[in-house]
């Protein structure tokens, strides 16, 4: 599986910016996509996820400002981030999971100036 990630920049808070996650390859072992984020000096942390079923999981600090969709038609996965805060600042990467795999795209910058 491969995966494509854009949609970085650099944003002033309380503004938006939408990422996006192009998957090819097998994608058909895939059960769910969803998005990491490691800021400098921390751990990589789980952003949002969406399963193939269409569940979806959230971060308790993005919830209510951020939003993870799907356009399977595409194989597209898609992170809408509202109300953007400087703590957001991080290197974002796009992750795909199978029952025994998980595949990473290369990260994209999201820097949110105060």
Do not use: H
Request: proline fraction near 2%; hydrophobic fraction near 35%; include cysteine.
């Amino acid at each position: 599986v491969q995966l494509q990630a854009s949609g970085g920049g650099l944003v002033q808070a309380g503004g938006f910016l939408r990422l996006s996650c192009a998957a090819s390859g097998s994608i058909f072992n895939v059960i769910r996509m969803g998005w990491y984020r490691q800021a400098p000096g921390k751990q990589r942390e789980l952003v949002a996820s969406i399963t193939r079923t269409g569940d979806l999981n959230y971060a308790d600090s993005v919830k209510g400002r951020f939003t993870i969709s799907s356009d399977n038609a595409k194989n597209t996965v898609y992170l809408q981030m509202n109300s953007l805060k400087p703590e957001d600042t991080a290197v974002y990467y796009c992750n795909a999971a199978s029952l025994y795999n998980q595949y990473w795209g290369q990260g994209t910058q999201v820097t949110v100036s105060s």
